[in-house]
């Protein structure tokens, strides 16, 4: 059973005539009648009845549809009230976003929104670390944000949107270079630097190198950008980063992948706040990205 069934089914009770109900809907007569055949076959009861060259229904037929009549109308409803915000979303978005975002997500996603659902939405985009944005997220400096997830974070809900993968970064003269991958106990000497810990971030690399008990790890970067810039200039050094766009800007880094992390290592997050009240542009936007990211 399909909608389309559903509609020349809801048009042949309106009309009672085979002929006149498919020249209405654009169909053959013959489509027409083995749609309804199908749908007989479906259901396992007779829908119509012969009356000359006009139909009526059966008692089973009349049943049916009263339950169709209400669904094919609520349908209908909804379709309207859909271009009826499209119609009308208009208003600005106050957007927060660390760098990762930046390469390859942020802005597709900006312009199929504004493809879709037009120009009058002004989305104003604010850069920041996740302990930033969040706290703005209450502060109500913005009205959604992309950022880590913080589990102690009760009153902001959380959307996975995109995963970044953990990678060692290394200048092109490092000894490490021409590796296809590593492993933790190849680092064990190396002197490392990564994320600070107290973000979301910090705290997730932590947590997994703790097992692994390396001797040179300096925990001490917010960013991508001044970690990929520092073994840019130290050539003797490594950097456990997400492969995002902060490599991307200095041509003689070199990425190696860790056998032990994890592809999806970090994951990015849409976020806002439970209890503010949102409007229904922004509603619009929140059901955009979720959708976006689903496809």
């Known amino acids: 059973m399909n909608l389309s069934q559903l509609y020349y089914f809801k048009k042949l009770v309106e ?46 037929g009349e049943e049916f549809y009263e ?56 989305i104003r985009t604010f850069q920041g670390f996740t302990n930033y944005l969040t706290q703005g997220l209450h502060d109500k400096l913005f ?4 950022c880590g997830k913080k589990e102690e974070e009760t ?26 991958r590593i492993s933790f106990q190849d680092l064990r000497e190396q002197e490392i630097y990564t994320y600070r810990r107290g973000t979301p971030i910090g705290e997730r690399v932590f947590q997994m190198l703790e097992e692994y008990n390396l001797n040179k790890v ?10 990929a810039s520092f073994v840019s200039f130290k050539g003797d050094v490594a950097a456990l980063m997400l492969d995002s766009v902060g490599l ?9 992948p860790v056998d032990e992390v994890p592809l999806e290592f970090y994951w990015l997050y849409l976020a806002y706040h439970k209890r503010y009240i949102r409007s229904s542009t922004l509603e619009a936007f929140i059901l955009f990205v979720k959708n976006y990211n689903e496809g």
């Open 248 to 256: 991307k800007l200095f041509s003689n880094l070199r990425t190696v």
């Open 155 to 180: 009153e902001i809900e959380y959307h996975p949107v995109l995963y970044r993968s953990l990678v060692l970064c290394v200048r092109e003269d490092h000894p490490f270079v021409d590796l296809d």
């Open 143 to 146: 009205d959604v944000v992309f």
């Open 67 to 122: 339950y169709v009549h209400q669904a094919l109308s609520k349908l209908d409803e909804g379709i309207l009230a859909v271009k009826r915000r499209k119609d009308t979303l208009s208003g600005v978005i106050n957007l927060g976003t660390p760098f990762t975002t930046l390469d390859d997500y942020l802005h597709p996603l900006l312009n199929a929104f504004s493809t879709e659902c037009g120009s009058d939405v002004q």
């Open 15 to 60: 009309l009672q005539h085979y002929t006149r109900a498919a020249k209405e809907l654009f169909i053959t007569q013959p489509t027409l009648s083995d749609a309804m055949s199908s749908l007989e076959k479906e259901l396992g009861a007779p829908l119509f009845y012969r009356d000359g060259r006009n139909v009526g229904l059966t008692v089973y």
């Open 218 to 227: 300096h925990q001490l970067y917010d960013d991508d950008i001044t970690m």
